[in-house]
C-alpha cells in the first residue's frame, strides 16, 4: 500500500489559516487521497477528498500537487474545535477491501 | 439522523469470556467495516463486509469473528478475548465505489482482564 507522511504535530492560533501537509511519493495513479480528524474521544471524521484537482468544501480545501506526491489541507480560519489529530490517507482498491489505513497523522493544537 | 451506533460503549471483561460488540447503520450503507485503534500504530482494520453475506479479512483479523446477515448490522464478536485485544474499537460504513466518505461510530473501548 502507498503510504503518506505527515507532521507529528502543527500549532496555530485561532482565526489565522492553517496548512497541514502530506506526502505520498509512492501514490498510484487510481489512489484518492483522502483527509479525516478525529476529535478527543471520538470517532474519525471525514474531512474532504480528492484525486487530481484542488477541493473545497464547507470544512476545509484539498490542494493537490500536480505529480499527487504531495497535498495540504487547507483550514481557512482555525476554531478551538479544529484541534483534533488529522490523517492523510490513501484509498486502496475496492478490491483489496478498501479500507483506510490510518497511520499516526498530525496533532493540530489551536491557540486561543 | 444518518448515523453509525455501537454497544456497548464500554466494556470491562475477563479472559476467553465470549463477548459480542453491536453495529449497525441507518443509512443503507454496502460496506461496513471494524478498526481497532492502539496507541502508536494507529487505526487498522480488523474485518470488511462489502455486502450481505460477504465478508472478508483485514489487517488484523485474528482472534475475531463477524457476520453480515443484514445490512444495516455488523457484529464484532470475540470468541475468547484476551488482554491484548483490549482496544479502542471503531465500525464504519460507507457507500460503495473509492470515493466515497467513511461514517464512523463513536467507539467501543474494550478492557480483557
Known amino acids: 500500500d502507498a503510504k503518506t507522511t505527515q507532521p507529528n504535530s502543527m500549532e496555530s492560533n485561532e482565526e489565522e489559516p492553517v496548512h497541514l501537509p502530506c506526502n505520498h511519493s509512492?501514490?498510484?495513479?487510481?489512489?484518492?487521497i483522502h483527509w479525516y480528524r478525529q476529535l478527543p474521544s471520538q470517532g474519525p471524521e471525514y474531512v474532504i477528498h480528492?484525486?487530481?484537482s484542488n477541493v473545497n468544501n464547507r470544512m476545509a480545501s484539498l490542494a493537490i500537487a500536480e505529480d499527487r506526491k504531495s497535498s495540504t489541507l487547507i483550514l481557512h480560519r482555525a476554531t478551538l474545535r479544529d484541534a483534533a489529530v488529522y490523517y492523510c490517507?490513501?484509498?486502496?482498491?475496492?478490491?483489496?477491501?478498501?479500507?483506510?489505513?490510518f497511520g499516526e497523522g498530525t496533532q493540530l493544537t489551536v491557540n486561543p | 439522523e444518518a448515523q453509525v451506533t455501537q454497544n456497548p460503549r464500554y466494556l470491562i471483561t475477563v479472559t476467553g469470556k465470549k463477548l459480542t460488540v453491536t453495529c449497525s447503520q441507518n443509512?443503507?450503507?454496502?460496506?461496513m467495516s471494524w478498526y481497532r485503534q492502539d496507541p502508536g500504530l494507529g487505526l487498522r482494520q480488523i474485518y470488511y463486509?462489502?455486502?450481505?453475506?460477504?465478508?472478508d479479512k483485514g489487517d488484523v483479523p485474528e482472534g475475531y469473528k463477524v457476520s453480515r446477515k443484514e445490512k444495516r448490522n455488523f457484529p464484532l464478536i470475540l470468541e475468547s478475548p484476551s488482554p491484548n485485544q483490549t482496544s479502542l474499537y471503531f465500525c464504519?460504513?460507507?457507500?460503495?465505489?473509492?470515493?466515497?466518505?467513511?461514517?464512523f461510530g463513536p467507539g467501543t473501548r474494550l478492557t480483557v482482564l
Open positions: 464504519a460504513s460507507r457507500l460503495s465505489g473509492r470515493g466515497n466518505e467513511q461514517f
Open positions: 509512492t501514490i498510484s495513479g487510481t489512489d484518492y
Open positions: 480528492g484525486l487530481t
Open positions: 490517507i490513501l484509498r486502496v482498491p475496492e478490491t483489496s477491501g478498501s479500507r483506510l489505513t
Open positions: 443509512m443503507n450503507h454496502e460496506y
Open positions: 463486509s462489502m455486502n450481505v453475506e460477504v465478508t
